[in-house]
């Protein structure tokens, strides 16, 4: 098959955990990487070494351990910047997760002022295939300061539709924050036309790129976007990391978002002076062996290359679209084309529920997600109440998707669906 | 790994999946609620009608699985002609049933096809589903109780 990564055998031996057999002896098909990603030996390793050798405190220990650890993990933001090629790695921000970043955006958002201040009148355009956790947070800010919330409806075949574009982001708006890559319908984005528009009329762009930098090279610089927020555990990292990565303009112009050690420059009794970024927006002891282990997880990428990455997603999804069409009452949400979606393929099979679905295929070892995915919106946009989603990764064998197809064919005579 | 998948789907419940009993919203009620299973989106509106201290109605509306909609009309065939307070019990049975981790042995007296959930308690990611609607009854009972006292007093 085209396009796969040559030494996918290679590969799926770095991952301990796909050579597992679960409870009832059947060796596990891991299809839930757009949830979280499973990890190399070389994240896990990294982690452990830290711990066993290295680990302090950052920053504030004046001693050889707290200088070990402080360069691992100004190192790991380095990795990171080299990554999404960041111009400057000061605007690489750590965070708990992708969920964290768009908070920390929102939040600043609702206390700054000139420019970037946010009020009544004031516009703020999301789209309505965002994952949660790029809705709440600009509900809030609107809600809180007086301004409309808008959005982009999609078309039928699951893209944004685009045809009001210069209508939805106009002179009154402020903020476009919008998904790269669905997690729910696989799309890709045309987020650089969009930011195009949005910098016309004098707004800034947010990108979670949470789906997008798992899958695609990115590139910050050339993307568009003025801020952009990605968490650790999808990229095969570990969990509790997250990145912002924004452009040093926006973000020195945006205010503190906690307060607390580490942040500050000089702290009296009545008042303080913040630290420049990145250390102005990350208050306290931060996740310091997730970040090192971040750090090792985008090396592990950078060395098998995104350009191989993405051709292999591709390969696997177009080779499981095709797969997912021989299944009787099956219909895909999203594009079917392989070309313009990333590695999430969200489905339904007429007369069973998701849950059932993903009942049946893990007695047969097969990990899939079923609900909303945090795309509630979306799935109303589409009439349904839920899903199933299969997403894969670097990992992914085509005999992966081969069992999915049998396991749902499996599932269908099992609810007796002719 | 079908054996594992027979218990939870018990005929019974496959039965009530595909014909589900007392469906639909009806007249008259005292109280009207709406439950959502928040992880899958799972949702449930349930209308409940008590009349002299008996449930003589349970009517809904239901998107869900098979767990959850076959629960949805047991539950129904439980409660329906039932004093409240008996109702309540049954809950609450069925509830121990379902928090069990699939130790509890249930009454076939007391629960009666609600007995085929047993093995739903051994997959804590199902219990949810299995729970949904009897939450939903209880939360609604309850209301409806809270109504008819005021108007009881108010006489
Ligand atoms: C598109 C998208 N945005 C945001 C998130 C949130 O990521 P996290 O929960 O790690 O903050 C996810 C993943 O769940 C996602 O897929």
């Known amino acids: ?418 | 790994m079908s054996n594992e998948l027979d218990a939870l789907y018990q005929e019974i419940i496959l039965d009530h999946y595909k014909h589900p009993h007392h469906q639909g919203l009806r007249e008259p009620f005292e109280a009207e609620v709406h439950h959502v299973n928040p992880t899958c989106g799972d949702e449930v509106t349930l209308r409940v009608h008590v009349d002299d201290g008996v449930v003589s109605d349970v009517s809904y509306d239901a998107v869900g699985c098979s767990i959850s909609q076959a629960s949805t009309s047991v539950m129904a065939d439980l409660v329906i002609g039932k004093p409240v307070d008996e109702a309540m019990s049954i809950h609450q049975e069925f509830l121990t049933l379902m928090q069990g981790k699939g130790t509890v042995v249930p009454d076939e007296d007391v629960l009666e096809d609600g007995i085929a959930f047993a093995g739903v308690a051994k997959f804590p990611a199902r219990v949810k589903c299995a729970l949904l609607s009897w939450m939903a009854w209880k939360d609604a009972t309850t209301q409806a109780g809270a109504s008819d006292a005021t108007a009881s007093k108010e006489i």
């Not at chain 1, 757009?34 to 004046?62: F, Y």
């Not at chain 1, 970040?291 to 990428?301: E, M, T």
């Not at chain 1, 098998?304 to 292999?312: D, K, L, Q, R, Y």
Request: net charge negative; hydrophobic share 40%.
């Open chain 1, 1 to 418: 098959m085209d396009g796969l990564l040559p030494e996918l055998d290679v590969i799926r031996k770095d991952f301990p955990i796909l050579e597992r057999t679960l409870d009832n002896g059947q060796p596990l098909v891991y299809l839930d990487s757009a949830n979280t990603s499973q990890k190399p030996q070389v994240v896990i390793d990294t982690m452990v070494d830290h711990l066993e050798r290295h680990n302090a405190n950052i920053s504030r220990a004046m001693h050889q351990l707290g200088a070990e650890s402080t360069e691992a993990f100004e190192a790991a933001r380095d990795k990171v910047a080299t990554f999404i090629g960041a111009p400057d790695r000061d605007e690489v921000i750590f965070t708990k997760n992708a969920t964290e970043a768009l908070n920390l955006v929102a939040n600043t958002l609702a206390w700054a002022t000139g420019d970037l201040a946010i009020g009544e009148g004031d516009e703020v355009v999301i789209t309505e295939m965002e994952h949660h956790s790029n809705i709440v947070p600009w509900q809030l800010l609107t809600q809180r300061k007086g301004a409309t919330l808008r959005w982009f409806g999609l078309t039928d075949d699951g893209r944004l539709d685009l045809s009001n574009l210069d209508e939805l982001v106009n002179e009154r708006t402020k903020v476009v924050s919008l998904t790269w890559v669905s997690n729910m319908l696989g799309t890709i984005n045309p987020i650089t036309q969009i930011a195009r528009r949005a910098h016309e009329v004098g707004a800034i762009v947010v990108v979670d790129a949470s789906q997008a930098v798992p899958q695609l090279p990115v590139d910050v610089a050339a993307s568009g976007a003025d801020l952009l927020a990605f968490t650790g555990h999808k990229v095969v990292g570990p969990t509790g990391i997250g990145v912002l990565w924004g452009k040093r303009a926006v973000l020195d112009q945006l205010p503190p978002f906690h307060g607390g050690g580490e942040m500050i420059e000089t702290v009296r009794m009545d008042i303080s002076t913040y630290a420049g970024i990145p250390h102005k927006f990350e208050a306290g002891t931060p996740p310091i062996v997730e970040a090192i282990g971040l750090g090792a997880a985008v090396d592990y990428l950078g060395h098998i290359g995104m350009e191989a990455v993405h051709a292999h997603e591709q390969a696997i999804t177009r080779y499981a679209l095709e797969g997912l069409a021989t299944v009787p009452g099956l219909t895909v949400l999203g594009p079917l084309d392989a070309r313009e979606r990333g590695g999430a393929i969200s489905f339904e099979v007429e007369g069973v529920h998701p849950h059932d679905i993903a009942q049946v295929l893990d007695s047969r070892g097969i990990a899939v997600r079923a609900g909303h995915h945090c795309a509630k919106p979306a799935h109303a946009r589409f009439g349904v109440q839920s899903s199933t989603r299969m997403s894969s990764y670097l990992y992914t064998t085509p005999s992966e998707i081969d069992a999915l197809v049998e396991g749902l064919e499996y599932t269908r005579s099992y609810f007796k669906l002719g």
